[in-house]
Nanobody, 121 residues
């Protein structure tokens, strides 16, 4: 089992920045790829960012590319999401997830409880 706890959400004005953290415990952190997802009220959960086990490979949703940066610190068993130039449409609950390489984000993935990000205009 992997336990994931997100933190760092809050209320910020448009154009501002936040850094989300996701602390992992349980099984070996480096065995898992990590992702950030978000869900706005009335909408489906959507992919935000991905980082490989080594951290060498990342990918982003088109809506956040160039503004958000995902990173991981294996010594701290933590994955981060640096969010800059925030927009009101970034308002959502943000979730981190861990999954074995190639397994996808379905039944083999672990999820945190989420942290709320609200961007005011």
């Amino acid at each position: 089992q992997v336990q994931l706890v997100e933190s760092g959400g809050g209320l910020v004005q448009a154009g501002g920045s936040l850094r989300l953290s996701c602390a992992a415990s349980g099984r070996t952190f480096s065995n898992y790829v990590m992702g950030w997802f978000r869900q706005a009220p009335g909408k489906e959960r959507e992919f935000v960012a991905f980082i490989s086990r080594s951290g060498a490979s990342t990918s982003y949703a088109a809506s956040v590319k160039g503004r958000f940066t995902i990173s991981r610190d294996s010594a701290k068993n933590t994955v981060y999401l640096q969010m800059n130039s925030l927009k009101p449409e970034d308002t959502a609950t943000y979730f981190c997830a861990a999954a074995p390489t190639g397994a996808g984000w379905g039944t083999n993935a672990y999820w945190g409880q989420g942290t709320q990000v609200t961007v005011s205009s």
